[in-house]
């Protein structure tokens, strides 16, 4: 039941008319819960908050899959305004992106020249950017894009998926561009032809890259909110005297806010994504598909006026 659940929400994260229709209305559905605000002055309000407890950030205009070359270009106009934001308001806060927002599924051109306007934007105001990694259609070509950018900006990270059998590789391939990594399970679906379908596979994957990329010697962004994966990166901290400089936790806006609180108690470096903006659909959906016992949320979202 629990498969069916996940499926029908990642099923309908891709829709394109429901995407559309859910721009029109202001934050629905319970995605409040998930999202920070419709624009950047809403969500640097909640950025100063989660800054005053102790948590850095990232922050993420929330868009994808666009079909067009304006859509793209404003998006990219929307990431330097963020960018602008942080810098004038000082708040401690990375960017993250999606390709598909930039231009991927229009040109290779169009992403580049989105990409290079607001990497030069980060440069001059300090400000790191990380590639959100998509679906494995996209996988190659973000990776692509990843490494030719890498080789112009040092304020650069990405993100490798555990899911996918070929991960290993990539990280080792990697390594040579010192990257800075966020490290995650992987949020689409994808086919068993090139994702472990067990989630203990899965787990097991994960827990594996970790300590692959903590002893390559990489900075790692550990973006979890499982305990057990938690454990085993505090473990791997004592075992071979990886310094606390070395990585940090990552965990979603809204999600195990008491595990976020313990880990900044015990000094560990906790950075909250946080993506605001009118395009909140297709994320809400795929948050819900994690976690079907978050439609609880939704439905009180749909009949709280
Ligand atoms: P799970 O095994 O899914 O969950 C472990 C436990 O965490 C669950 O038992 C539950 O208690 C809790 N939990 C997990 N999800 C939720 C939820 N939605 N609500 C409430 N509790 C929950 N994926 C990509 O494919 N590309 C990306 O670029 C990407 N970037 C990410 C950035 C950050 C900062 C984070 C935290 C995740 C990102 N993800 C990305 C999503 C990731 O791939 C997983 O889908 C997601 O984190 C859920 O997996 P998990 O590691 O938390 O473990």
Redesign the pocket.
């Known amino acids: 039941m629990e498969q069916l659940m996940r499926n029908f929400f990642l099923f309908l994260s891709k829709n394109k008319t429901l995407t559309k229709l859910a721009k029109k209305y202001g934050l629905r559905f319970g995605a409040a819960r998930f999202v920070a605000g419709i624009d950047i002055d809403h969500a640097a309000e909640k950025i100063k908050e989660i800054n005053r407890d102790g948590f850095v950030v990232t922050v993420d205009h929330l868009g994808e899959f666009n079909d067009n070359e304006k859509e793209a270009i404003e998006s990219a106009d929307e990431c330097i305004h963020a960018i602008e934001v942080i810098a004038e308001k000082g708040l401690d806060s990375e960017l993250s992106l999606k390709m598909t927002s930039m231009g991927l599924d229009i040109s290779y051109d169009l992403v580049m020249k989105n990409m290079r306007r607001i990497l030069d934007a980060g440069r001059k105001h300090n400000v790191t950017v990380t590639i959100?990694?998509?679906d494995f259609e996209r996988y190659q070509k973000t990776l692509n894009i990843f490494k030719e950018l890498k080789k112009e900006y040092d304020n650069l990270g990405t993100?490798l998926?555990a899911y996918l059998y070929r991960v290993e590789e990539d990280l080792q391939d990697l390594n040579e561009y010192n990257p800075y990594l966020?490290l995650?399970?992987?949020?689409?679906k994808e086919s068993p032809e090139v994702a472990f379908p067990e989630?203990k596979d899965v787990?097991e994957n994960y827990k594996k890259i970790i300590k692959m990329n903590l002893l390559n010697g990489n900075y790692t962004a550990i973006?979890?909110?499982?305990d057990a994966?938690i454990e085993y990166t505090k473990q791997l901290e004592k075992e071979h005297d990886i310094p606390r400089e070395q990585f940090e936790f990552?965990?979603?806006f809204g999600?195990?806010l008491e595990l976020q609180k313990r880990l900044v108690e015990e000094g560990y470096k906790m950075r909250v994504?946080v993506p605001y903006g009118k395009d909140w659909y297709g994320y809400n959906m795929r948050?819900l598909a994690?976690?079907p016992a978050?439609v609880l949320f939704v439905l009180k979202g749909i009949f709280k006026k």
């Open positions: 959100d990694m998509e993100v998926q966020r995650v399970k992987g949020a689409y989630k787990d973006a979890t909110h499982d994966v990552q965990m979603l999600i195990r994504y948050r994690e976690r978050n």
